[in-house]
């Protein structure tokens, strides 16, 4: 089966300027994250949606950033107004049910690059 | 809260010789550990996890880490390294049952000379 796909692989977007990026999960994984992978932070957690429950934003660095899961399934992260320090790789993940112990599969990320 | 440490941004070994990345958590609770490894331009692929069922944890291509609670480390080998095992291999953890978010570690990147 399919893996978590991501698209695009990669976007290069002016500073001011917004972005969607969008994640594709295994199909029946119930668990969908976003993290994001820049040099000076290392992988951070940004997002976090299991089923119809409420999302965790807990790891969203500002305003500028949200994200949505339609129908339990595909997500888009949206930022807005980018800045340069948004340039980073951005990983989504999936598994297929809640617990510690559930690995998370993961997509070859999306590239943003701010000018 | 919960933390990870990986000693060493980068390690070099000679193709055959051992392989030995660390990684000490902090954690006031028994965590779940998870190693994974990146290759250029790819996502993130689970080596191995750990969860309790067994201290010592066998992963794919060869590797294998050890649960060590006195010392609060998750150490991943491979015996006789390869050129393929060049990568970048991160520690991860969650707390708990309940805990979904992974936390990592810097990584470390392991280049293999031949």
């Known amino acids: 089966g399919a893996g978590v796909s991501q698209s695009p692989s990669n976007k290069v977007t002016e500073k001011g300027k917004d972005v969607e990026l969008r994640c594709d999960p295994i199909?029946?994984?119930?668990?969908l994250y976003w993290y994001r992978q820049s040099l000076g932070q290392g992988l951070e957690f940004l997002i976090y949606f299991q089923g119809n429950s409420a999302p965790d934003k807990s790891g969203l660095p500002s305003d500028r950033f949200s994200a949505e899961r339609t129908g339990g399934s595909v997500s888009t992260l949206t930022i807005q107004r980018t800045q340069q320090e948004d340039s980073a790789v951005y990983l989504c993940a999936s598994s297929l049910a809640v617990g510690g112990r559930n690995e998370q599969f993961f997509g070859p990320g999306t590239r943003l690059t701010v000018l | 809260a919960q933390s990870v440490t990986q000693l060493g941004s980068h390690v070099s070994v000679s193709e055959g010789a051992l392989v030995l990345l660390r990684c000490n958590y902090s954690?006031?609770?028994?965590?779940?550990l998870f190693w994974y490894v990146q290759y250029p331009n790819q996502g993130l692929q689970l080596l191995l996890k750990y969860t309790s069922a067994a201290t010592l944890v066998k992963g794919i291509n060869g590797f294998e880490a050890e649960f060590k609670k006195s010392e609060t480390s998750f150490h991943l080998t491979k015996p006789s390294a390869h050129m393929s095992d060049a990568a970048e291999y991160f520690c991860?953890?969650?707390?708990?049952?309940?805990?979904?978010?992974?936390?990592f570690g810097q990584g470390t990147r392991l280049t293999i000379n031949p």
């Open positions: 954690s006031s609770v028994p965590p779940y």
């Open positions: 199909s029946g994984h119930t668990a």
């Open positions: 991860a953890v969650k707390r708990g049952q309940g805990a979904q978010k992974l936390v």
